[in-house]
C-alpha cells in the first residue's frame, strides 16, 4: 500500500532535505522537495502528496503557516520537524493540524517508520476497497465509519478528514456516550502524557465539527461537550 507514495520533504537545510530524499527513496517513495514555505505550499495545493514531511522553522512563511493555509482545502497527512526546545511551536502545529512530530536531530530510519505508520493510518481514498464484504463499519443515523477503508460517511456523502481527526472521531465513535476529558483524549489518540495543550483537543473537535456540519448538523452534534470535564459520542435514543 505505501509502496509508489508521492511525499514532499519542506526543509531550508539541503542537507536534510538530500538526507530523507536518501531514505524515502530508497523505500520506493516518489520525492519531491521544497526549500521554503512559499514553495511548499504552492506545490502542495497544486499536487496530490500521499504525505509531507515538513520543517517547522523557516525563514518566511514558516511550517505552521504553511500547515494553516492547506488546512483550509486538503487533509494531506502531515509529519512536522522540529528542532529540540520548541515545544510551544509543536502544540501550535497540533493545533492548526499537524499529525505527528520527529524532533531533530533524528534517525533518517524513525523517520521511515513514521512515514510508513502514518500512510497506514491516512484517509487518503486511493487505496479504498469496494468490496461489500467489510466487517469493521460503525453504522449511526447520519454517519458511517468504514475503519477497513479509513472512511468516513455523513448521509451518503464522503467527509475529507485528516488522520488525526479521523482517529479522534474513530475513538470516539467507538465508546457512545461514553465521557472522555481532554487529558485522556491527548494520551489516548495522540500518545503523549505530555507537555502539551489541551487546545489541541478543541481545536481538532472544532474542526471535526466544522466538516460535519457542511453535510448535517445532526452528525456534527453527535461529537457533544460536557462542560467541565471533555467530550462525548452521542447517539440519539431513538
Known sequence: ????????????????????????????????????????????????????LLDIMMPGMDGVEVCQELRKTKATPIIM????????????????????????????????????????????????????GTKDVLVFSHLTIDNDAHRVTVNDSEINLTPKEYELLLYLAQSPDKVFSREQLLKDVWNYDFFGDLRTVDTHIKRLREKLNKVSTEAANMISTVWGVGYKFEVAKE
Not at 529540540?84 to 511551536?89: D, H, I, L, Q, R
Not at 533524528?106 to 487505496?127: G, H, I, M, N
Request: hydrophobic share 40%; glycine share 4%; proline share 2%.
Open 1 to 52: 500500500m505505501d509502496i509508489e507514495a508521492k511525499i514532499l520533504i519542506v526543509d531550508d537545510e539541503e542537507r536534510i532535505r538530500r538526507l530523507l530524499r536518501m531514505y524515502l527513496e530508497r523505500e520506493n517513495y516518489i520525492v519531491e522537495d521544497a526549500e521554503n514555505g512559499e514553495m511548499a505550499l504552492e506545490m502542495a495545493l497544486e499536487k496530490d502528496y500521499d504525505l509531507i
Open 81 to 132: 520537524l522540529t528542532a529540540k526546545g520548541e515545544e510551544a511551536n509543536r502544540v501550535q502545529g497540533f493545533e492548526v493540524g499537524t499529525d505527528d512530530y520527529i524532533v531533530k536531530p533524528f534517525s533518517p530510519r524513525e523517520v521511515v517508520l513514521r512515514v510508513k505508520a502514518l500512510l497506514r493510518r491516512s484517509s487518503s481514498t486511493k487505496f479504498l476497497q469496494t468490496d461489500t
